[in-house]
C-alpha cells in the first residue's frame, strides 16, 4: 500500500505504530470526533460508544455543561498549583464530601495517583494512628485487583503481563481471594492497616462480589483496627445504579478513592476521600501533586457532579442497566454455547465468551465493523458500559448487533443452538 492510497485510517494508525510506544493494542477505529454517546471515525462511519472510556465518560461526550465550565473557567484561571488558594477548589470539594459522605478529601489527578494517595494514608494512619512500626505496615489486596499501572501498584497486581520484568516490587502488600473471607482472615497480620479492594472487579472482568462478602469485611476490618478502602475509580458516580457501589452491600468504607467520570469526560480529576481521624494524619507536606485540585480540574469536578445529580443519572443507570443485562442474557441464550455468561450492576456488564469457540477480541474487533465499540477484557471477557446518558434505542441497537455477531459467529461454527437440537433430534429418529 503506497502512501498516495493509504485510507486516513491508515495513516493515522501507521503514524500511532511508527512513533508511539507499542504498550496498547487498540481496536482499529481511528476516532475523529464524538458527541455524547456517538463517535465518528475519520472515514465519517458512525459508531455507539458502549465503552465510555472505562466510565471516565459516563456524562456522554462532551457534554455541553462540561464544555461550557470549562470554556468559563478558562476566561478566568486554569493552573496556579496548591501554592494558593483558589474560588473553585473550596466549593468542589464540599461538594464531593456531601455526595460520598466524608469528611475530608484530597484531589488527585489520574486514579493511579489516589490509589497511591490511599496507600500513604493507610501506612501513615497504621504507624501514627495503630502503633505499628514504620516500614512493618502492610495492606491486603484482592488477587485480580486492578488499581492502576504505578511500579507500586503493579507490584501487588496479580496479572503477569503487568508485572513481568518490571521489578523489584515495593514489599508490605498481601494477598486475599476476591469474595473469600477465610482468605481475608489467613491474611490478616498485627500489622495490617488496611484492605485496599474494588467493590467490583472491573479489569478482572466485571466480578461481583458474593452477597454479604462485603458486610463480614467492614465487620473483619472494624473489629481488628483495620482501614477498610473502597477503589470506585471504576465503579463509582453512578455506574452501577448507585452513587456509590458501597451502598448495594449496604456498608460505609473508611475511606473512597474516585477518579475517571469524576473528570466529567474532558480532563483527569481523581480523589482520595475520608473521614478527619484518618485524613488528618496528612499534613503540609507529607502529600501532593503540582496539577491535583487545579483551578479548572474543580471548576470540571464539580460540574460532573452537579450534572450526575441533576440529570438523574443514578437512576438511569438502574433503570437502563436492568434493561441492558436483560437484553444480554437474550444474546447468552440465542448464542449459546459462543456467549455463557452475562452479569453486571447498572450499566456496567461483563459478557463471557467462550475461548473455545471465538476470542473476546475477534468478536469486539467484529462489532467495531458494526458500528458499535466496546472492549475486551482478558481474552474471555466483552465489557459493555456505556456513558450513563444513554438512551433505550441505543441500548438495543447495540445489543441487537452484538446479537447478530454472536449468531453469525455461531452459524460459522455450526454452533446454532436450534441446527444442533435438530441434528440430534434427526439422529435419534434415524439412526446412522
Ligand atoms: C482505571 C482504574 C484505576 C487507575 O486509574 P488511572 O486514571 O488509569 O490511573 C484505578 N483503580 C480502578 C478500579 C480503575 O478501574
Redesign the pocket.
Known sequence: MDATTATATQTFIGQEARFGARNYQPVPVVVARARDCLIWDVEGREYIDMMSA???VSHGHLHPRLVAAVQRQLQQVAVTSRAYHGTTLGPFLEKLCTVAGFDRALPMN??????ETAIKCARRWGHFVKGIADGEQQILVARGN????TSTIIGFSTEADYRAGFGPFAPGFRHFDFGDMASVRAATTASTCAVLI?PIQ??AGVILPPDGFFRELRDWCTRNDILLID?????GLGRTGRWFAFEHEGIRPDAL?L??ALGGGVL?V?AFLADRAVMDVFNPGSHGSTFGGNALAAAVGLEALLVIEDEDLVARSAALGEHMLERLRGVMHAAAPLVRGVRGRGLWAGVDIDPAHASARELVERLAERGVLSKETHETVIRFAPPLTITRELIDRAVDTFQEVAMQKCRELALDATFVSAKTRIEAVVPA
Do not use: L, M
Not at 477503589?231 to 465503579?235: F, R, S
Open positions: 472505562y466510565s471516565a489520574t486514579g493511579a495517583e489516589a490509589v486492578f488499581h492502576g499501572r474494588e472491573g479489569e477503589d470506585e475509580v471504576q465503579a478513592i477518579g475517571k483527569p481523581s
